[in-house]
């Protein structure tokens, strides 16, 4: 196994096209072609449909392609983790995201920060929320950003972290547009009817926050879960193949509802909930980590 297969199949299901992903890799398409067939060789199983074009996944493809994002994301936060005991420079912030967050916010929120604050050299680690938080409390980040909601607050003492709010996050239920623009899958479903449904695995934060809308229905809803990750752009990845529903965040999903891919799967304003998102750091009379960037980007956001 060469991770670079990973990182080739990853583009090869964003792009539909092996002559552009070979461009975006910088390799030629027959040589980008044969790390496809050398990735299938190795799971044993056709990933890709070469009979349709664009090109799609075959459902072992689908499937695969969520466990490869989670794979790279989990050797990328490795790697980071590795650096993170070596003495960072003064000038790199460190941050701890929960997967989510890293895909669909940071990036974003990011380039807004540089437009206004100005340069900013930072490292980012993408975990579960549960190990962000530990990055944070172990002193191994400057910030941590997070969800917030009152049912299932972060276990910080206040006495010794402090946090600001960046705005909020709003998760609903989304599936794969049909011809006719309407989604394949609607909550709460037909009566008698389970609808297909891609979770969050058991402790995701998500997962918890999905369950709370399921709670708060009018009627029960039957779910048939056929697929479960504690990533939502794995998630979101099936959902667009047309496998099933999925709760997501809505800034993971803004570009793929412009382009008509998904679409909400009910009426606006039901089965959602909305998060506060929160930015997190030691309080400085405590820090074992006190950088003067990491400070004066404190000072900017409390004023902003």
């Given at each position: 196994?060469?991770?670079?297969?990973?990182?080739?199949?990853?583009?090869?299901?964003?792009?539909?096209?092996?002559?552009?992903?070979?461009?975006?890799?910088?390799?030629?398409?027959?040589?980008?072609?044969?790390?496809?067939?050398?990735?299938?060789?190795?799971?044993?199983?056709?990933?890709?449909?070469?009979?349709?074009?664009?090109?799609?996944?075959?459902?072992?493809?689908?499937?695969?392609?969520?466990?490869?994002?989670?794979?790279?994301?989990?050797?990328?936060?490795?790697?980071?983790?590795?650096?993170?005991?070596?003495?960072?420079?003064?000038?790199?912030?460190?941050?701890?995201?929960?997967?989510?967050?890293?895909?669909?916010?940071?990036?974003?929120?990011?380039?807004?920060?540089?437009?206004?604050?100005?340069?900013?050299?930072?490292?980012l680690n993408a975990l579960n929320v549960h190990d962000a938080v530990m990055q944070l409390t172990e002193g191994n980040c400057d910030l941590l950003i997070a969800y917030h909601h009152p049912s299932q607050p972060l276990q910080?003492?206040?006495?010794?972290?402090?946090?600001?709010?960046?705005?909020?996050?709003?998760?609903?239920?989304?599936?794969?547009?049909?011809?006719?623009?309407?989604?394949?899958?609607?909550?709460?479903?037909?009566?008698?009817?389970?609808?297909?449904?891609?979770?969050?695995?058991?402790?995701?934060?998500?997962?918890?926050?999905?369950?709370?809308?399921?709670?708060?229905?009018?009627?029960?809803?039957?779910?048939?879960?056929?697929?479960?990750?504690?990533?939502?752009?794995?998630?979101?990845?099936?959902?667009?193949?047309?496998?099933?529903?999925?709760?997501?965040?809505?800034?993971?999903?803004?570009?793929?509802?412009?382009?008509?891919?998904?679409?909400?799967?009910?009426?606006?304003?039901?089965?959602?909930?909305?998060?506060?998102?929160?930015?997190?750091?030691?309080?400085?009379?405590?820090?074992?980590?006190?950088?003067?960037?990491?400070?004066?980007?404190?000072?900017?956001?409390?004023?902003?």
């Open positions: 196994m060469d991770t670079k297969w990973l990182e080739d199949f990853v583009s090869l299901a964003e792009t539909r096209s092996f002559s552009r992903s070979a461009q975006l890799r910088h390799v030629t398409q027959p040589a980008f072609s044969r790390r496809i067939q050398a990735l299938e060789a190795w799971a044993g199983v056709d990933l890709v449909d070469r009979s349709f074009y664009p090109t799609r996944l075959t459902p072992a493809g689908s499937t695969f392609l969520a466990q490869a994002i989670e794979i790279l994301g989990n050797l990328q936060a490795t790697r980071n983790m590795m650096r993170s005991h070596q003495v960072a420079g003064q000038d790199m912030i460190e941050f701890a995201l929960p997967h989510s967050l890293a895909f669909s916010f940071f990036p974003h929120w990011l380039m807004d920060l540089r437009r206004s604050f100005g340069e900013l050299n930072c490292r910080l003492d206040p006495e010794r972290y402090e946090m600001l709010s960046l705005g909020h996050e709003t998760v609903a239920a989304y599936a794969k547009a049909g011809r006719d623009g309407r989604p394949l899958f609607q909550l709460p479903g037909a009566p008698g009817h389970s609808v297909p449904f891609l979770s969050y695995a058991a402790g995701a934060y998500l997962g918890r926050m999905v369950e709370l809308i399921a709670k708060a229905s009018p009627v029960p809803l039957k779910f048939d879960v056929i697929y479960e990750t504690d990533m939502a752009e794995g998630l979101k990845a099936m959902a667009l193949e047309g496998h099933g529903l999925a709760f997501l965040p809505a800034s993971s999903v803004k570009q793929d509802l412009q382009a008509g891919r998904l679409v909400r799967a009910s009426a606006e304003g039901q089965y959602e909930l909305t998060m506060e998102l929160r930015i997190y750091r030691e309080r400085p009379e405590l820090a074992r980590r006190a950088k003067p960037v990491a400070k004066a980007l404190w000072a900017y956001l409390t004023a902003h």
